[in-house]
């Protein structure tokens, strides 16, 4: 047979493209994980922000008039939950009702007193 120690070139070509395409299925897919987790994380902090907003609400019997009446030293909570991405955002409106955003698409909405989702849509 002979003294071949090694792989032949062909050999080598073959198991780098093989690689080359596992990979190119592979990173797609971790960074949409990424993403949903991402926006998982902001959902949380929404509806931690919702609730904050409830507890000043049942207290005082109005809304919080700025976003400093329930965070910061010695409020409700200590800080405003950061957004994970840059394409999200957080938008808090009147009567309690908080949204999460990414890409201009409204991903959660609570709704609090007499305000719809539906309004808040259009």
């Known amino acids: 047979m002979g003294n071949n120690k090694g792989f032949t ?3 080598l070509l073959t198991v780098m493209a093989i690689l080359t395409i596992l990979m190119g299925i592979a990173v797609p897919r971790t960074y949409h994980i990424r ?3 991402a926006l998982s994380v902001d959902v949380n902090n929404a509806k931690l922000i919702k609730n904050n907003m409830d ?3 049942s207290v005082y019997e109005k809304w919080p008039e700025s976003l ?3 965070f910061g030293p010695g409020k409700y ?3 405003l939950p950061v957004v994970q991405s840059q394409k999200g955002k957080f938008l808090i409106g009147k009567e309690g009702v908080v949204q999460v955003v990414w890409n201009d698409k409204v991903y959660w909405c609570s709704s609090g007193g007499s305000t ?3 309004q808040l849509l259009t």
Do not use: P, Q, V
Request: no cysteine; net charge negative; glycine share 6%.
């Open 77 to 79: 909570l200590g800080a």
């Open 9 to 11: 070139l062909i050999e």
């Open 35 to 37: 993403e949903n987790a």
């Open 116 to 118: 719809k989702i539906n």
């Open 55 to 57: 507890i000043y609400f």
């Open 68 to 70: 400093s009446d329930i």
